[in-house]
């Protein structure tokens, strides 16, 4: 049980585009989701906190107007990376929760590359 | 949220077991001690959790100290697919926010 799909795997965008990225938990109901960014060689950085049908919650030096989180129901968020540049390209994880203690399960990770 | 402190690299040799150590001195009354792992370019993995007692699952042991300033996870018999970027994070039941810090790169040995 606990399983979190991430969707896609990994995308290759031109610059100035847009992405979005898809984080379902399918078994289970989750009332908060996490978005984490990943630089080579580096821990995972967390970006928001979703919590569904309110408004993310950024951490600080992320811009909400670039990364664009919607968590329309208890089994799904998005992100969308609104006009992508090279320096997005990264490695973007989801993770969702059910509330402590039963921990945060994570989506298996989405590789953007901007070209 | 507390931080967490845990030693930059481990070697261990197949088939014995990992200790991996973590320091959380200024953990609350009400955060729990969590450990995940990481191998290259996937989504970390659950391992184990604990708030006061110590825990075993299939996979891993997790010891509390006493006085809930440090923890170790234990892997009892290390493979080489134990090799993984581990992390220890202390979550408050406040926030729920789960802060990753460096985590300690495992390399399993034959």
């Known amino acids: 049980g606990a399983v979190v799909s991430q969707h896609p795997s990994w995308v290759i965008c031109k610059s100035g585009t847009s992405v979005k990225i898809e984080c379902r938990s399918l078994d289970f109901q989750a009332t908060t989701m996490f978005w984490y960014r990943q630089f080579p060689k580096q821990s995972l950085m967390l970006m928001a906190t979703s919590n569904e049908g309110s408004k993310a919650t950024y951490e600080q030096g992320v811009e909400k107007d670039k990364f664009l989180i919607n968590h329309a129901s208890l089994t799904l968020s998005t992100l969308t990376v609104t006009s992508a540049h090279p320096e997005d390209s990264s490695f973007y994880i989801c993770s969702a929760s059910r509330g402590l203690p039963y921990g945060y399960t994570f989506g298996s990770g989405t590789r953007l590359t901007v070209v | ?105 495992l390399q399993v040995k034959p």
């Not at chain 2, 402190?5 to 001690?33: F, K, W």
């Not at chain 2, 989504?43 to 959790?49: D, E, F, M, R, T």
């Not at chain 2, 009892?76 to 697919?81: I, K, M, S, Y």
């Not at chain 2, 134990?82 to 802060?99: P, R």
């Open chain 2, 1 to 105: 949220d507390a931080k967490t402190t845990q030693p930059t690299s481990m070697d261990c040799a197949e088939g014995r077991a990992a200790n991996l150590p973590c320091n959380h001195s200024t953990i609350s009354g009400n955060e729990y001690v969590y450990w995940y792992r990481q191998i290259h370019s996937q989504g970390p993995q659950y391992i184990i959790h604990g708030l006061k007692n110590n825990e075993t699952n299939e996979m891993a042991s997790l010891i509390i100290t006493e006085d809930r300033k440090s923890s170790t996870l234990i892997l009892p018999h290390a493979t080489l697919r134990d090799t993984a970027v581990y992390y220890c994070i202390v979550i408050s039941g406040n926030t729920g926010k789960l802060i990753f810090g460096q985590g300690t790169t």
